[in-house]
């Protein structure tokens, strides 16, 4: 079952959820950090947990834990799964 | 007799990839750990003597790619490239097999001979991951050997394999990219066929489809009608891919490495969440993570203070009748003086450096080799965020707390250097254990520990406004956190043991010089007599805005060498430690919360200098002095209504 919005980011996702990278939005710079590390799109990526007021989020990527700003995760175009 | 020759081997490898593990069991202590040249980046060196050849052992700086992106990663890549050495041992985490690989894959593609080491794989092994490790011997045509660096397995088999390829060509298979990128890579390098660069022409290709800042500018300056032909097929590869050129292509090994991995891992999944599991949802959640961590912090500061204070005041009955002893057999003369206070302040060295900074040492890598530094940096990221730098930062700060010395000195984990920069400025505000002293042994113990903590509480929110203007006078991006989260591991005492010598090490050799030469300088300015015209002098500013003894001018300038000084001395110019007969409530407050920002110590101030330059460092210095003078005086007048 897809559940598919347009504009859904990854901190939209719940604690527990995994998507699909769609797009990142971005700089070069970032977005080649991100790749370097795993983070492309049609990469599945799952949110572990987050800190409130804006904090950062931690996810799970290839098998990898991960600790992505929240500036940054909000991004991170993905779809739900 | 070693006659078999040199070899020159680097370690290359993520952070968390137990690169520091491996260096450390093969060099022990033939180690040498001086400074990248202009940078400051640690670069650690060592020598390792094995069947009959003197291994020499260059540990790279831990990075996450070869690209541009970093100071470390341009060092790193820059080395290999120039140096040549006889072989690269790329360390990699066996339980994130799929993030290192894409590392690996970069590191191939520099064509330099490598060899894996599948570090951890006792932990991969428990973590239900089962690697096929000939199976990417087969499919990279490399050498890959599977170590447990912590307790020294594989690593013999490493260096054995070393001396076996040494002088061989390498020949495993370069990884191919799909269809269109390769034929860009192809056009690219028959036009570069024969380009006067030290890199491999492949390597160069695909850099200039990466848009390598670097690699590009060379380019321009030697083929600059390249360039064209590389805008050409990059716009071409968007068109059909989509995205940027430069992401294709990391997509592209991004998915070779998922491939890969897919084909030599098996997963043996576990019923029940593990320990580990648990444990990172205890000490990250949102609510019970800050309990975790002000448990462990205040655990961690509550022993060093407690321990500390004894092994101190142990040491200072230690050396109490040294002065006497000094003074009867060498006389009071000028030069007698002044030699004595080189010794006072190698001891006073001696009486931070053991009862306080070793344990704080022990503590801080013992948490960081269990894992639970990352997990500090990812609760405490937004409030650092607010300071402008993210959360990273925070360790300096706790750092700060016992020393600011290795405080600073810890800023070179920020990843720019304006963020090195605010963090270091701000680390020179965290009150220091020298300082706590002041703070006790006046406003805790004569105004009230409410108070003493109140002034602590104080400080927290001075350091954050500051960080608050500083983040928004100096221009630039604020860096977002990027940081994988090791998995929780069993701390490794011989790991916690090299690098708690190490940086006890670098504390010794930058605070030693500089507290003895300026210890001497103060002395010979006390003995020549000129004190009483320097107190009088900072009278209008001790006396009349801050409302303080006029001696306080003279305890100011000696508290630059060690802020503790100030009780000390103030003691022992009044000639009671009873400071209630001779301060106020408020005069004991205003000094403490002046001690607290008026100046980095002169051991922090010779940091600033070496990572910043002086001007830098200077800067820093009078702007604190300005600050604390006014920060103080007003607080002075809303005390006066307070009392």
């Known amino acids: 079952m897809y559940n598919v919005k347009d504009n859904t980011f990854l901190t939209d996702l719940e604690d527990g959820q995994t998507g699909v990278i769609v797009s990142i939005v971005g700089g070069r710079a970032a977005s080649k950090r991100l790749a370097d590390l795993g983070l492309n799109p049609g990469t599945a990526i799952k949110v572990i947990g987050r800190i409130m007021f804006s904090g950062p989020v931690q996810v799970e990527v290839c098998g990898s834990k991960l600790v992505l700003g929240r500036g940054l995760a909000s991004k991170i175009g993905v779809e739900l799964k | 007799m070693i006659d078999g020759g040199k070899i020159n081997i680097v370690l290359a490898g993520q952070g968390n990839s137990g690169k520091s593990a491996v260096f450390n069991y093969l060099t022990g202590l033939h180690q040498h750990i001086g400074n990248w040249a202009g940078k400051t980046i640690e670069k650690r060196e060592g020598t390792l003597y094995y069947k009959d050849y003197t291994i020499d052992v260059l540990d790279l700086p831990g990075i996450y790619s070869l690209t541009t992106y970093s100071v470390e990663e341009v060092i790193a890549r820059e080395y290999i490239i120039h140096h040549h050495p006889d072989c690269v041992i790329n360390i990699i985490d066996s339980t994130n097999l799929e993030r290192n690989l894409i590392f ?208 101190s005041g142990w040491f200072e009955s230690l050396f109490k009748d040294w002065h006497i002893w000094w003074n009867i057999n060498l006389g009071t003369t000028f030069l007698a003086a002044l030699g004595w206070s080189a010794i006072e302040s190698v001891l006073a060295l001696v009486q931070i450096a053991f009862p306080y900074i070793l344990p704080f040492y022990i503590i801080l890598h013992l948490l960081e080799d269990w894992g639970y530094i990352s997990r500090i940096s990812f609760l405490m990221d937004n409030l650092m965020h607010k300071m402008g730098i993210h959360g990273k930062g925070c360790i300096s700060f706790i750092i700060g707390f016992g020393c600011n010395v290795p405080g600073c000195l810890s800023c070179r984990i920020m990843e720019t250097k304006r963020e090195r920069f605010i963090t270091a400025v701000l680390v020179t505000l965290v009150p220091c254990s020298a300082v706590s002293v002041i703070v006790f042994g006046l406003v805790g113990k004569y105004v009230g520990l409410l108070w003493a903590l109140g002034l602590y509480l104080f400080a927290v929110i001075i350091i954050f406004i500051v960080g608050k203007i500083s983040s928004k006078l100096l221009l630039g991006e604020p860096v977002e956190l990027i940081m994988p989260m090791p998995d929780y591991k069993t701390p490794q005492l011989k790991t916690i043991f090299y690098q708690t010598w190490d940086s006890l090490k670098e504390f010794v050799f930058i605070a030693a010089p500089i507290v003895i030469i300026s210890g001497v300088v103060i002395q010979a300015i006390n003995l020549a007599g000129w004190m009483p015209y320097i107190s009088s002098s900072l009278s209008p500013i001790t006396v009349t805005w801050l409302g303080l003894p006029a001696i306080t001018g003279i305890l100011l300038i000696f508290g630059i060498l060690r802020k503790e000084l100030i009780l ?72 006066d209504l307070v009392f």
């Open chain 2, 104 to 311: 690996t894959l970069q590191l191939m593609e520099l064509e330099c001979p490598v060899i894996l080491a599948l570090n951890m794989i006792d932990l991969a092994k428990k973590k239900g991951l089962t690697i096929d490790f000939r199976k990417l011997r087969e499919i990279l045509n490399a050498t890959v050997i599977p170590t447990i660096a912590s307790r020294g397995s594989g690593l013999t088999r490493i260096m054995d394999k070393v001396i076996e390829l040494r002088g061989e060509k390498t020949d495993y298979r370069v990884h191919r990219y799909g269809k269109e990128i390769e034929n860009c890579i192809k056009q690219l390098s028959e036009l570069l066929q024969d380009i006067d660069l030290p890199y491999p022409v492949r390597w160069i290709a695909i850099k200039l489809l990466e848009k390598d800042n670097d690699i590009t500018g060379l380019i321009r300056d030697k083929r600059p009608e390249v360039l064209e032909r590389v805008k050409q097929l990059s716009q071409a590869l968007e068109e059909i891919h989509g995205h940027d050129s430069s992401i294709v292509i990391a997509d592209e090994r991004s998915h070779l490495a998922s491939r890969i991995t897919r084909e030599i891992v098996k997963i043996t999944p576990h019923r029940k969440a593990s320990l580990n599991d648990r444990l990172d949802a205890i000490t990250t959640h949102k609510f019970t993570g800050y309990l975790v961590m002000i448990l462990i912090l205040g655990g961690m500061f509550i022993s060093v203070f407690s321990f500390g204070n004894w092994l």
């Open chain 2, 568 to 639: 000390v001395m103030l003691a022992a110019y009044l000639g009671t430690t009873n400071f209630g007969e001779v301060l106020s409530q408020q005069q004991m407050i205003t000094l403490a919360v002046v001690s607290m920002f008026y100046i980095p110590c002169v051991a922090t101030i010779s940091v600033l200098w070496k990572e910043y330059g002086w001007k830098k460092a200077l800067a820093i210095c009078i702007l604190e002095i300005l600050f604390a003078i006014i920060l103080a005086g007003v607080l002075k007048r809303i005390l």
